[in-house]
Antibody, heavy 120, light 106 residues
Framework: EVRLVESGGDLVHPGGSLRLSCVASGLTFSRYNMDWVRQAPGKGLEWVSYISRSSNTIYYADSVKGRFTISRDNTKNSLFLQMNSLSAEDTAIYYC?????????????WGQGSPVTVSS | DIRMTQSPSSLYASVGDRVTITCRASQDISNDLAWFQQRPGKAPKSLIYAASTLQTGAPSKFSGNGSETDFTLTISSLQPDDFGTYYCQQYYTFPRTFGQGTKVEI
């Protein structure tokens, strides 16, 4: 069974930083492209970032470009999201998502989410 | 960016009803369209990808149709555990974009 477990979410002041982690199990992590998707309280889903399995290709949503950095460590089955210059608009649950191996872009398995609150 | 528009935004239905949700893309996305179900307080679950391919483990009461710009998700016989919010999402290009969601209330 595939498991994705996020951690690192917290209450942070505006302008602050936070690093989210996601540990994967039940799969060969290095074979899969990964994404972060977030959901603000009471709102819909917003795609945040993508990283290819070898970290060669990375994309960001315009709303986080220049402030967030996605990375991975395939030796530790881990995905990361470094978030800097946080604002209230970044308050959300952040989900780690595995893509379909055979059909790139298809978001298959989701973690339980890590809540991030940006408030003074 | 490709804009995804779902309709309706919410609906009420009865147990046993056949329910259809529509998703429209602002440009041709071929069949690079997925559907997700999200129950309150839970992570989204994948239902459909490639517009009409049922995700492994998803119940067969869910079906998808469409191509290019117009897509539908149909629930053949609504059950109490089908309440929640349904989202479409395009993966034709970056940035990936989601519809605003359709809340299904029983």
């Amino acid at each position: 069974e595939v498991r994705l477990v996020e951690s690192g979410g917290d209450l942070v002041h505006p302008g602050g930083s936070l690093r989210l982690s996601c540990v994967a199990s039940g799969l060969t992590f290095s074979r899969y492209n990964m994404d972060w998707v977030r959901q603000a309280p009471g709102k819909g889903l917003e795609w945040v970032s993508y990283i290819s399995r070898s970290s060669n290709t990375i994309y960001y949503a315009d709303s986080v470009k220049g402030r967030f950095t996605i990375s991975r460590d395939n030796t530790k089955n881990s995905l990361f999201l470094q978030m800097n210059s946080l604002s209230a608009e970044d308050t959300a649950i952040y989900y780690c998502v595995r893509e379909n191996l055979a059909v790139p872009g298809v978001l298959m398995d989701w973690g339980q989410g890590s809540p991030v609150t940006v408030s003074s | 960016d490709i804009r995804m528009t779902q309709s309706p935004s919410s609906l009420y239905a009865s147990v046993g009803d056949r329910v259809t949700i529509t998703c429209r893309a602002s440009q041709d996305i071929s069949n690079d369209l997925a559907w997700f179900q999200q129950r309150p307080g839970k992570a989204p679950k994948s239902l459909i990808y490639a517009a009409s391919t049922l995700q492994t483990g998803a119940p067969s009461k869910f079906s998808g149709n469409g191509s290019e710009t117009d897509f539908t998700l149909t629930i053949s016989s609504l059950q109490p555990d089908d309440f929640g919010t349904y989202y479409c999402q395009q993966y034709y290009t970056f940035p990936r974009t989601f519809g605003q969601g359709t809340k299904v209330e029983i």
